[in-house]
């Protein structure tokens, strides 16, 4: 890419982006077309990390080992579904991914935990998603037992309406009281030492960034 085009992308992903400043956007661009390789740009070609290369970078920079939830963080980037995260979703995933408020990061995992996309965590999917991010632990008792047991727990302290699902205003309500409950069902967002160190990393020179 060249400098003119660079410099205007900066520019523009920058107005659009709240929580970075316009060099790490720069920063930011210059790693995602270190990682996706050198792709012409060429019509009808789209130019993005696809869902493996976007999944190894979530599990070896950020230390994510979830399939389902890494799944669902990749739908999360990937606004327009085109089964490819472009440049511009990176920038603007990445800022709610590493420096979002409480706010964009409740709408964010909310997103994430509600499988099907219909506004409601339901009992099945906190069902699906505990299973999956809980060890499985080598015991007499039947693991499934443990995880509905689990599951009414979570419920009884997050579904403020008893309804016997989550809402949106249910899940905010219950992390508001407590923010650990923010990812109740899996982590989804980067730990605290994986985010500084990436950022750390990134920012000094995103042409020196190994971690892949």
Known sequence: MNRKKLQKLTDTLTKSCKHFNKFEVNCLITLFYNL????????GVIIGLDRNAFRNILHVTFGMTDDMIMDRVFRGFDKDNDG???????????????RGTLEEKMKYCFEVFDLN???????????HMLKNSLLKQ??????????????EI????????HDGKLSFADYEKAVREETLLL??????LPDPKSQMEFEAQVFKDPNDFNDM
Request: aromatic share 8%; with cysteine; hydrophobic share 35%.
């Open 36 to 43: 996706v390789g050198d792709v012409a740009e060429r019509p």
């Open 84 to 98: 490819c995260v472009n440049v511009s979703e990176w920038i603007h995933g990445l800022s709610l991914f590493l």
């Open 117 to 127: 996309g219909d506004g409601y965590i339901s009992k099945e999917e906190m069902f």
């Open 138 to 151: 080598p015991s007499e008792e039947d693991p499934d037992e443990g995880i509905k047991d689990l599951v």
């Open 154 to 161: 979570t419920l009884k302290k997050m579904d403020q309406d």
């Open 183 to 188: 990812e109740a069902f899996g982590p989804c």
